[in-house]
């Protein structure tokens, strides 16, 4: 009801003038004013009335979009059809979370087991330009605008921290190690009692399982580690004697080329990490093409020009920076998509298996608070 109820609000009634299709509409769905405390409590429509809402706001959309839609309509439907992405996958680690069943016909049950992808790749330093440009079409808010910035030389890890790489710090006693963590870190792993990252169950006969939707299995060791905070990240990466990325960094080492004579960052970037095509499933596990996340040596194709793998699709990954705006910032008519939550998350790149691909473009800044463990969130590593 809340998606049907986004695509209403901004492609009809705010682009298009036109009356809500339910009177009450907006104290059911309007997530900027119905605080989630109360919208157990709400006279919604059943599950018949709310996918007739549904189809209704769809008739409407393509009628009005029959006649034509100019660049400010068009920008609405954009930001919809994104939104709608976002809770796609929302509604798929709920299910995980809530031990649902998982996601039928979504993606290929034959996920690539390609093994381990050791070692850094070396990124020279220089200018990079960190943001979005208009060239690049429907961009958000904070993308806003690119603006150069100075990188010092640094090795980021070629793939995301594994399974197997994890539970090496969970063995080790990363958990139960005061100086690995924060004091912010510590702080929240006390009050959760985390021991394991969130869904792991333990070793049986020596070896780890995890709980996938409903079912327990042994934990697949060479596929990245998911489901794990910024202060579980923070912490290995203390224990390991590494660091997380920057977002700047990760951009770099993502979508960045080495200048000719290989000393300095090249002036131009790629759109994406293997160049200018977008993305296919021999390169980047994103929209479902599998049914999970792949092994973190799987999908070559989709290598950057300084050799990481799966900077795009498969797991999203922390990084060191907090979500703030880029100077100049000035809020899009969705003004609560970004401005509210500056200065209380940390940044995520990359997209994850289960994000559209017009989300997970390079340049694009996810956000969450640091103790959040429900979203397909890893990381890579870099040298200290």
């Not at 009801?1 to 209403?8: K, L």
């Not at 006279?43 to 009335?49: I, T, V, Y």
């Not at 060191?320 to 910032?329: T, V």
Request: hydrophobic share 40%; glycine share 8%; proline share 7%.
């Amino acid at each position: 009801g809340h998606v049907a109820w986004f695509h209403e609000y901004w492609t009809l009634r705010h682009a298009a003038g036109r009356p809500p299709l339910i009177d009450r509409c907006d104290r059911l769905w309007d997530s900027s004013n119905v605080a989630h405390a109360t919208r157990w409590h709400l006279d919604l429509p059943d599950r018949a009335g709310t996918f007739r809402y549904m189809a209704d706001v769809l008739m409407r959309q393509e009628d009005t979009l029959g006649s034509g839609a100019g660049d400010e309509a068009r920008y609405f439907y954009d930001l919809s059809i994104r939104h709608e992405d976002m809770h796609v996958e929302a509604l798929t680690y709920m299910r995980q979370t809530l031990e649902y069943a998982p996601p039928p016909r979504l993606g290929s049950a034959d996920r690539p087991r390609a093994g381990a992808l050791p070692g850094d790749a070396v990124v020279p330093g220089g200018r990079w330009r960190l943001g979005s440009t208009a060239d690049e079409g429907f961009i958000f808010d904070n993308e806003k605008w690119a603006h150069e910035t100075m990188l010092a030389p640094f090795r980021i890890a070629r793939a995301p921290v594994t399974n197997a790489e994890f539970a090496a710090f969970v063995d080790a006693g990363g958990y139960r190690t005061r100086e690995f963590w924060s004091d912010a870190g510590w702080t929240w792993r006390e009050q959760r009692g985390a021991e394991l990252p969130v869904y792991w169950q333990g070793k049986h006969d020596g070896v780890w399982t995890h709980r996938r939707y409903r079912i327990v299995e042994e934990l697949p060791p060479h596929e990245p580690v998911l489901f794990v905070s910024w202060f579980e990240a923070e912490a290995f990466c203390c224990w390991a004697k590494r660091r997380l990325p920057t977002e700047a960094e990760w951009e770099a080492a993502a979508v960045g080329q080495p200048a000719a004579d290989g000393t300095r960052l090249a002036d131009m970037r790629r759109p994406w990490p293997w160049g200018d095509e977008p993305p296919t499933a021999a390169q980047a596990n994103l929209d479902f093409a599998f049914d999970g996340p792949v092994d973190v040596a799987a999908l070559p194709g989709g290598d950057s020009a300084f050799g990481c793998r799966q900077m795009i699709g498969n797991v999203w990954e922390w990084t060191a920076s907090d979500f703030l705006p880029f100077a100049g910032f000035v809020a899009d008519p969705y003004k609560d998509y970004s401005q509210p939550w500056f200065g209380s998350r940390k940044v995520l790149r990359g997209g994850c298996w289960a994000t559209s691909a017009r989300i997970a473009r390079p340049g694009y800044r996810n956000f969450f608070t640091p103790d959040r463990t429900d979203v397909f969130a890893g990381f890579r590593t870099c040298a200290i």
